[in-house]
RNA sequence: CGGGGCGUAGCGCAGUCCGGUUAGCGCGCCUGCCUUGGGAGCAGGAGGCCGCAGGUUCGAAUCCCGCCGCCCCGACCA
């Protein structure tokens, strides 16, 4: 094959969708599937969702969370008892209306015996959660109750987007139980702290923590935050969210306690998330046109040994020495776990080896050959850096900078994602410029600007906002009081919110 | 769920309008030779219910009907 000038095509700027479609397949994280709307999600991308988990449920614990698990299946009378949050979730809802299958006259199966009692896939949990914590809960001694669960759910989605939105998805939901507001404010606010630093120290994802509007916030909460990251193309991305619940779910599922002066009252409840989506914006935050670049610290692998041998005569001797290499790379740390380092044993040419491991963004390539060898150098390649650079160094200089350059790559890849995101943030001071901002390009990015929470139920503004592809993406925390006049009602004293474009 | 595009080998596609030998091409894969540090070359080989299911016909990848899936644009969303 003749050599390409990037590893993927298109790249982000020919056609930014299929760009990202074609890092996934080139990575080999993700596929579809037979069944519409779930992917398959392979070894590769599989570990980063396990080093996620690994992570996250250690903060969770950190703070007093156990991990629980609840069924699959909701009895369709659960999901009834909160008005607000089943009109936001019954267009998705995949419903189980059979427990049998039988043989028709054709030989074909077909679904037999009709349930009496009708189930949904959950869309999510805090109805179910919340009938078995009504039990749970009896006194004030009870609380707060910190739960989570690590589970799949299904949202019925009309449009799939591989990481990003497919039917099917992983996720953890946090569901805690609260005696008083202020303390179930508190954890709404820890855990999406705790999300923001997962985001920015992890990932390398900046990210905006804020207060959706009431349009955009999760159907039968009081308060939902979020953290938003702005992708490549300026489009916004949710990344997590947390809500408080208030007593709405305590109120339909009838968790009460009995408080320290004896009297009945309703609980408050919060819940809180993140999916698969997170490695859709991973992708999208930090990968170039030859292909997924990872952050170091979720990395599966953070270094790869590649050997590279001219012939079999060759190979043991550059093998032996990748393994001891490997040895060492091994028993040296950084950001307080041993460094994954692997070695590529696939039998490839050097180039095809070489353009595989770019392509799964590992952050950092060592090439060894006799060449190297015979002048006791490592040809070192990072993934933050231009493919075809390398830096010779010697074996003892690289093994006492490893944990140093790795820091490096994250550093670099956030700071250019935080770049990203300042560079494509404008202030906006009026409805015209408003408009203009996000008319003139299709990557706009964010409009930072006094709004009115009314303005969003404002049928002209609406219609803007629609034609322009348009949603309020959050009312920053950083910002909030930072108080002006809205440029659609006019109002005074009111708070900046982000506009974007979003996934 | 509406509008548009598309389903042919693992991947990317031609062939479909206008039905007719044995369904092709590139990449990948396997074998051998030759190569070997930047996605090599030559030779040979394997691999297809032409998305699924009906229909029209002597004959269907090709025409008609239905369904499923994918991509794009709307409506909806973590």
Not at 266 to 295: C, E, K, N, Q, Y
Not at 469 to 483: F, G, H, M, Q, Y
């Amino acid at each position: 094959m003749k050599s390409k000038d990037t590893a993927i095509s298109p790249t982000r700027k020919e056609n930014y969708q299929d760009w990202y479609l074609e890092v996934i397949k080139a990575a080999g994280l993700a596929e579809n599937s037979p069944t519409r709307g779930s992917m398959i999600i392979k070894p590769w991308g599989y570990s980063l969702w396990e080093n996620i988990q690994s992570v996250l449920d250690g903060f969770f614990k950190e703070t007093g969370h156990e991990n629980a698990y609840f069924p699959l299946l909701i009895p369709l009378r659960f999901f009834q008892k909160e008005a607000e949050h089943v009109e936001g979730f019954a267009k998705e809802c995949a419903v189980v209306t059979h427990h049998k299958l039988e043989m028709d006259d054709a030989g074909k199966l077909v679904p037999a015996g009709p349930l009496e009692e009708l189930y949904i896939i959950r869309p999510t949990s805090e109805t179910i959660i919340g009938d078995a914590f009504s039990r749970w809960v009896q006194s004030y001694r009870d609380l707060p109750l910190l739960i989570n669960q690590w589970a799949n759910v299904m949202r019925w989605e009309m449009r799939p987007r591989l990481f990003l939105r497919t039917a099917e998805f992983l996720w953890q939901e946090g569901h805690t139980v609260h005696s008083t507001s202020a303390e179930a404010v508190e954890e709404t606010l820890q855990m999406l702290d705790i999300y923001e630093k997962f985001a920015k120290e992890y990932l390398a994802i900046p990210v905006i923590k804020g207060q959706k509007t009431p349009d955009e916030k999760f159907p039968g909460a009081d308060t939902t935050y979020t953290i938003e990251g702005m992708m490549q193309d300026g489009k916004a991305l949710q990344c997590g969210t947390s809500h408080f619940l208030g007593q709405n779910f305590a109120k339909a599922s009838e968790i009460k306690f009995i408080t320290e002066e004896g009297r009945e009252e309703f609980a408050w409840t919060t819940s809180w998330g993140v999916s698969t989506r997170l490695i859709g914006g991973m992708i999208m935050t930090h990968s170039d046109d030859d292909g997924l670049v990872l952050p170091p610290r979720i990395a599966p692998v953070q270094v790869v040994i590649l050997p590279m041998y001219k012939n079999q005569d060759d190979k043991p001797r550059v093998m032996e020495y990748a393994q001891a290499l490997l040895q060492e790379i091994n028993s040296t740390s950084y950001f307080g776990g041993k460094i994954r380092a692997r070695i590529d044993t696939k039998e490839m040419k050097g180039g095809d080896k070489f353009w595989n491991n770019v392509k799964k963004g590992i952050p950092v390539r060592i090439e060894i050959g006799s060449r190297e060898m015979d002048q006791n150098v490592l040809s070192v390649g990072r993934r933050d850096l231009p493919a075809r650079d390398r830096l010779k160094i010697s074996k003892e200089e690289f093994i006492a900078q490893l944990p140093q350059m790795l820091e490096d790559i994250h550093q670099s890849i956030y700071g250019k994602a935080l770049a990203n995101l300042e560079l494509n943030t404008k202030v906006i001071d009026s409805f015209d410029s408003f408009v203009a901002y996000f008319k003139d390009s299709e990557n706009s990015g964010f409009a930072s600007c006094y709004g009115s929470i009314e303005s969003v139920d404002q049928e002209e503004l609406q219609k803007t906002l629609k034609d322009l592809k348009v949603s309020p993406r959050c009312i920053p925390l950083a910002t909030i009081e930072d108080k002006g006049t809205c440029i659609f009602t006019g109002k005074a004293n009111q708070p900046r919110i982000i506009y974007a474009r979003s996934y």
